[in-house]
């Protein structure tokens, strides 16, 4: 950055300060200034010889004492400090930024919200979960965790209490966390751009090596934290997916038993089966009956009624219809809770309970092998977009910017002060 870089914006302050203050000091002629004696056609104030008692002339001269002590006397004894004392501090700067692993669900996913996220990041909208990772390492490297992850207070007194660095910019040994924490804000500055989603972070130092040690020490425990952040999310998905597989088996295992102890209290493994036995028994038998039946009615017309053969048909016909009555009364019966057809209805119910259970068992063990094989991949990356490098020259002080800047803000807030005190004197006047 060139010098004229650095004067730019304090100049364009300096000029609107300055309008203000010649219209704030054109008043305060007016009022108090333009009415004094003269001499030589001076105002008397510059001469030993004007009247100690003139309210005017002291009302001028306090006002030129508090511009001399509050505005010139600073901004004088900040640039000595700056120039000749102030220790150089060099800034090694890193820029980052998380990205998800290629999966297959990753990039089915992006394809869908391509267009929504890409919107969102122009219109300000919601983040995407890369650029929430993003806030997440800035929140980590802007709090307390960060310095305990580094060595907590030795490791900032080693680098920002050298003896060598001055005073003023020195960390003080011994120091709370508290005071540490804002000590370190004020070395380290770190920002997401909301349209990439990167994440630059900026060290000052006062020695190279140490603003290049510090920034590289950012920079792998970001990475950590990402990489333990994404490592816990994915031993949460197989926990989860775990503790499903578990539900799912004892709701199979419970299926199971409960048909085991249908088939156990009705004697049967399978009801239809028995069902379509009984029905084949059925047309047996009614096979039977029709060729009983059939010789029946021959004999009739060959015999008497009271022949011993006609008595055997007649009672091999009754039992043969007992027979059919008895397996119809079994296959289904109104009035019974023992027929085949109510153990159907009741066998399906719980065939369908178990192939339901079924199902899920196979989609949870699906789910824990996904996640089992996700547990074994990476999915979050912290990708160093411009590493940190030693640097070569001292960015700070910025003697001449910074005095101007401070000479600018002391001079508005004196003119702010003066034009205050103008107005009071006024009214009491």
């Known amino acids: 950055m060139t010098l004229i870089d650095q004067l730019r914006a304090p100049l364009a302050l300096l000029r609107k300060s300055a309008r ?28 030993h010889n004007a009247d100690p008692d003139d309210e005017s002339g002291a009302g001028a001269r306090a006002v030129i004492a508090s511009f001399l002590l509050l505005v010139l006397a600073p901004t004088f004894l900040f640039f000595l400090y700056a120039a000749l004392w102030e220790s150089d501090g060099y800034v090694s700067e890193s820029r980052v930024t998380v990205q998800a692993s290629a999966s297959p669900d990753h990039n089915a996913s992006s394809m869908l919200s391509g267009a929504a996220s890409l919107i969102s990041r122009f219109t300000g909208g919601s983040v995407t979960d890369t650029q929430q990772d993003s806030y997440i390492v800035l929140n980590y490297i802007k709090s307390s965790a960060i310095i305990v992850d580094l060595g907590g207070r030795p490791y900032l007194e080693k680098v920002f ?9 020195r960390l003080s040994k011994g120091e709370p966390i508290e005071e540490l924490l804002k000590y370190w804000r004020s070395r380290v500055t770190a920002s997401v751009d909301t349209i990439s989603g990167i994440l630059t972070f900026k060290v ?9 040690r510090v920034a590289g020490d950012i ?81 009739s017309g060959a015999l008497s009624g009271d022949s011993p053969t006609e008595r055997v ?43 339901f259970a079924e199902k899920i068992y ?18 979050l990356y912290l990708v160093t977009i411009v590493p940190p490098v030693n640097p070569e020259k001292a960015t700070y002080p910025k003697i001449i910017a910074s005095t101007l800047l401070l ?18 004197r006024d009214q009491m006047e």
């Open 407 to 424: 000479f600018v803000s002391l001079f508005i807030f004196w003119s702010i002060g003066a034009l205050i005190w103008a107005s009071i």
């Open 362 to 379: 196979i989609i949870a063990q699906d789910s824990y092998m996904r996640a089992r094989q996700k547990l074994d991949q990476q999915q």
């Open 219 to 299: 920079d792998r425990l970001s990475e950590v934290l990402i990489n333990r952040i994404s490592l816990r999310s994915r031993r949460d998905a197989l926990e989860r997916a775990d503790d499903e597989v578990k539900r799912a088996g004892a709701s199979l295992a419970d299926a199971r038993q409960q048909l085991l102890s249908f088939r156990n209290s009705n004697d049967l493994i399978d009801p239809g089966s028995r069902a379509t036995s009984l029905g084949e028994m059925i047309g047996k038998l009614t096979l039977e009956k029709i060729d009983a039946e059939t010789s029946l009615n021959a004999l």
């Open 204 to 212: 000052t130092a006062y020695t190279p090596g140490d603003a290049l």
């Open 161 to 169: 209490s050298r003896d060598a660095i001055d005073f003023f910019s």
């Open 20 to 47: 203000d203050a010649m219209d704030a000091g054109r008043s305060l002629w007016s009022r108090h200034v333009a009415n004094m004696p003269l001499k030589a056609g001076l105002p008397s104030l510059y001469f």
């Open 313 to 355: 048909m007649r009672a091999k016909l009754a039992s043969i219809n007992q027979q059919i009555d008895a397996l119809k009364a079994k296959l289904a019966d109104p009035k019974g809770t023992g027929a085949v057809s109510s153990q159907i209805a009741e066998y399906e119910r719980l065939k369908l309970d178990e192939q």
